[in-house]
């Protein structure tokens, strides 16, 4: 089912069981499976000494957050794609995770077929979206949105201008344009990407381009505030 | 109070042992000295439990103390008492003042005070000043000692409280840790693996799929978190909706809202997904979306099952059934809220569920 042998794929999970009934599953349809690890200090040794295309990571790791663990695999191989497999119930852990850099999100309970399929998208550099995701994604733009809202309202009157005060917020701030915004909610209500792309006539490259854009807009900016964030406290 | 009443019981020994050449009745002193010490054996080792302290008991112990204060005018001559000589059990009188402060807080120790005082000025036939001030002190041992008992037990009992509570909340996080560590991971693998192979394993893998949403629902256990300035949070009370069929999703954070609305929503949701689980067809799949923009919540519940033609529910309205969408709009409307529903034949069914916010 795995068509890329070449796909080296690394499984960190703290749960053995999973683990390994993953990585056979993964090794039955033909992938490789670069390795495996427990915790994340261990994945970011054998990510550095097997080089695997995607890692398949789980969020509830002992020794540090599904996050931390991505920016630091990306920090030292930025062509890994990082995919996060969780449990329900960690929404903050699984946003933190995907604006930290991850290329997807699945949840545990999902078929194994369609593991294997955000694999191989996770693997093309395609943003895996559930419906679970673009529904975090949305309401990680309403709060940037109403943050900037409420820090213009608070803000000094003058600089707010003719145009109101929900268009004061800083350029650098992500927004969504309509068709985005259009298309994100369709996904969230589980419509698939050729569902979406008959009923906005479009196409479906163009919807899947749209959701990418979602996920890379917010990675930005998470990247631009942790530098700004290093720079006010002085980090080199 | 075992170790007052064995030091009073010591000083009034040394007292009956001193003057016991002057009484009318130096047998009578000794007797009255026997029944002391017997009586402190029997309170010390009976009050020592808490069981031990009955009210019958208590009530003795006070009889018995101003039994023998009365005794002091049969056994010292009365030239002694009128000169100020002390009574028989002097200050071991007080102790069961005190245990009836322990038992039964200022009330009972000033209860218990009142009838040592009543005996002890029978016992005078005066008032002397040494007597008075000896009055006012059992008062005060009576109800500011059974005050501050009642204070050390009602501290005692709160900080008991507190212990088990924690001790509960500590032993609920290590049981959902274990269970979210071992038990939840295989239902899942179960659930994940069982779908691929199809036939029979199918159905134990959906059931063990919902197995694993029940228990998760369980421990995450979104009812013992307290609402939030009373607001609930409606991602919390979506979530348990999830299943094998259902996909919930929310926004990251906690979605508040008051108790009505929050509720209101929540129940309107789960009727549409019965509705989904009725007339949606076997196959069908429903996703339910939250969304909060600040002023108001909306929530989608949208199903790729049958669908209907637009018609129908106008036509189910006016022939006066009144169909669980209208029950979903009724409650609504009453949090000043709006329900809608889309539907055409073959492309599933939308409801949108929105609340203001105030």
């Given amino acids: ?236 | 109070m075992a170790v007052f009443r064995v030091v009073t019981l010591i000083y009034a020994a040394v007292l009956i042992t001193r003057d016991h050449n002057g009484y009318a009745h130096p047998a009578a002193g000794w007797l009255a000295l026997a029944v002391m010490v017997g009586w402190s054996a029997v309170t010390i080792i009976a009050y020592a439990r808490p069981a031990g302290r009955q009210p019958w008991l208590i009530c003795a112990d006070v009889a018995v103390c101003a039994a023998l204060v009365l005794s002091t005018r049969l056994i010292v001559p009365a030239s002694q008492i009128n000169a100020g000589a002390p009574t028989i059990p002097t200050s071991w009188a007080a102790s069961s003042v005190l245990a009836c402060a322990v038992a039964g807080g200022p009330a009972g120790g000033l209860a218990g005070a009142g009838v040592i005082i009543a005996a002890d000025i029978v016992e005078r036939q005066a008032l002397p000043q040494a007597t008075f001030s000896n009055i006012v002190l059992i008062l005060i041992a009576g109800g500011v000692g059974g005050y501050i008992v009642q204070l050390g037990l009602r501290a005692e009992a709160a900080a008991d409280h507190a212990a088990r509570l924690e001790a509960a909340i500590a032993e609920r996080d290590r049981i959902a840790r274990g269970i979210h560590d071992s038990v939840l991971q295989v239902l899942a693998l179960v659930a994940a693996r069982g779908r691929e192979l199809g036939g029979e394993s199918a159905e134990l893998a959906r059931l063990a799929g919902e197995q694993e949403s029940a228990l998760r629902a369980l421990v995450t256990g979104t009812a013992v978190v307290p609402p939030e300035g009373g607001q609930l949070d409606l991602a919390g009370l979506l979530e348990p909706l999830g299943g094998s069929r259902v996909t919930v999703s929310c926004p990251a954070g906690a979605v508040l809202l008051d108790d009505a609305p929050a509720r209101a929503l929540a129940a309107a949701a789960g009727e549409a997904l019965d509705n989904v689980r009725r007339h949606a067809g076997a196959d069908a799949r429903a996703w339910v979306l939250v969304e909060d923009d600040g002023g108001s919540v909306t929530v989608s519940v949208r199903d790729n099952g049958l669908g209907f033609a637009a018609g129908r529910l106008a036509q189910a309205e006016a022939a006066g059934r009144l169909g669980v969408a209208q029950s979903i709009k009724g409650r609504l409307r009453d949090v000043g809220g709006s329900a809608c529903v889309r539907s055409s034949p073959g492309q599933g069914t939308e409801v949108e569920l929105r609340v203001p916010r105030r």
């Fill in chain 1, 1 to 236: 089912m795995c068509p890329d042998a070449e796909l080296r794929i690394l499984v960190v999970d703290d749960h053995p069981i999973w683990r390994h009934s993953v990585a056979a599953g993964l090794e039955e349809a033909g992938c490789t499976v670069a390795g495996t690890a427990g915790d994340g200090a261990q994945a970011l040794r054998v990510a550095t000494a097997t080089r695997p295309g995607v890692v398949l990571l789980d969020l509830n790791l002992p020794d540090m957050s599904g996050a931390e663990v991505t920016r630091r695999l990306l920090a030292a191989d930025p062509a890994v794609r990082v995919l996060i497999l969780s449990a329900s119930g960690e929404r903050q852990d699984v946003l933190d995770a995907m604006t930290a850099g991850a290329t997807g999100y699945l949840v545990k309970s999902a078929q194994f077929s369609e593991l294997l399929a955000a694999v191989r998208s996770a693997a093309a550099g395609e943003a895996v979206f559930t419906p679970g995701l673009a529904g975090l994604v949305l309401g990680e733009y309403r709060r940037l949105a109403a943050g900037s809202a409420a820090e213009a309202e608070g803000g000094p009157a003058g600089s707010a201008g003719p145009v109101g005060p929900s268009r004061a917020a800083s350029p650098g701030q992500p927004r969504l344009t309509e068709r985005e915004t259009e298309v994100l909610r369709l996904v969230a209500k589980g419509m698939t990407y050729p569902e979406i792309a008959a009923l906005l006539v479009l196409s479906p490259r163009t919807v899947q381009n749209h959701v990418q854009n979602t996920l890379i807009k917010l990675q930005l900016h998470n990247k631009a505030q942790l530098v700004r964030y290093a720079l006010e406290q002085g980090i080199e």
